[in-house]
């Protein structure tokens, strides 16, 4: 069995023996073709086949290295931009998306929303039930997120236990709306923990909206009216969604 080291050792050298292997086998690749086809030196098409033959070979490593470069460049990307236990997006995509669709507001004057919330009493599962259970709940609760957005809507994991959905083109009434129902389809949960145990949790929610015609405001701003929301509504006994205060019109 390969010792730790030695795995290590290998997964280092494992880029320089594939170009090894990559250069080594041009010169092997051109004697074998001389070879099949009866090529030498005199060969009144020597240069033309050994031309042929470097310009298809180069190609064709171009195309492998690009292959595996592309490759591991999605793979880097898709680190940066997803939560590795709940698979949603980090708050570093969020913050991104949030910024595009705050510029769109402001560029066709469409409402847009964002919802804040965290999860009641989070803590409490870890120390009863343990962190492994904690983060089963986690998994739990974001697939359950999936089911009530849309596909336009932008949902992420912005901290331990806290999520976040940018909601376009959706007016105050309609970011309430999805939010008790977030509310709503979260209770009714019921979650497996291992071991035979099942568990229940609950959300509070905060809403803060841009409507059409609205003075606009920055991003950070619009997560702060949610997020103020959404200790309004711990403060006011959780599991529940507290609405922000509408921004004011244009030319009020």
């Known amino acids: 069995m390969l010792t730790t080291r030695a795995v290590s050792l290998l997964q280092a050298l494992r880029r320089p023996l594939q170009g090894a292997a990559l250069g080594l086998g041009a010169p092997l690749g051109w004697f074998v ?3 099949l086809c009866d090529i030498h030196p005199q060969h009144p098409l020597y240069e ?13 490593v171009f195309m492998l290295f690009g292959l595996i ?34 510029a769109r507001h402001q560029r066709e004057d469409s409402p847009m929303c964002v919802i804040m919330l965290d999860l009641d009493h989070f ?64 209770e009714e949960q019921i979650i497996p923990v291992g071991g035979g145990r099942e568990t229940t949790i609950r959300v509070s929610l905060g809403v803060a909206c841009m409507e059409a015609g609205s003075v606009p405001v920055l991003p950070h ?32």
């Not at 042929?52 to 070979?57: E, N």
């Not at 259970?133 to 974001?142: F, H, I, K």
């Open 123 to 186: 803590k409490k599962v870890n120390d009863t039930l343990g962190h492994q259970a904690g983060d089963v709940v986690l998994m739990a609760v974001a697939s359950t997120l999936r089911g009530c957005v849309r596909t336009e809507d932008v949902l992420a994991r912005v901290g331990g236990e806290e999520f976040a959905v940018v909601v376009p083109r959706t007016d105050m009434h309609g970011g309430a709306a999805l939010a008790e129902r977030i509310r709503a389809a979260v």
């Open 48 to 60: 033309r086949w050994l031309f042929a033959y470097m310009l298809v070979g180069t190609v064709l």
């Open 33 to 35: 073709i001389r070879w």
């Open 69 to 102: 470069i592309g490759r591991h460049e999605r793979r880097f990307a898709g680190l940066c931009l997803i939560d590795p236990l709940t698979s949603l997006f980090n708050k570093r995509h969020f913050d991104l998306r949030l910024g595009q669709e705050v």
């Open 221 to 252: 701003d619009l997560m702060e009216q949610a997020d103020e929301a959404l200790y309004r509504a711990k403060a006011n006994g959780r599991n529940r969604v507290e609405l922000a205060a509408p921004a004011a019109e244009k030319g009020a």
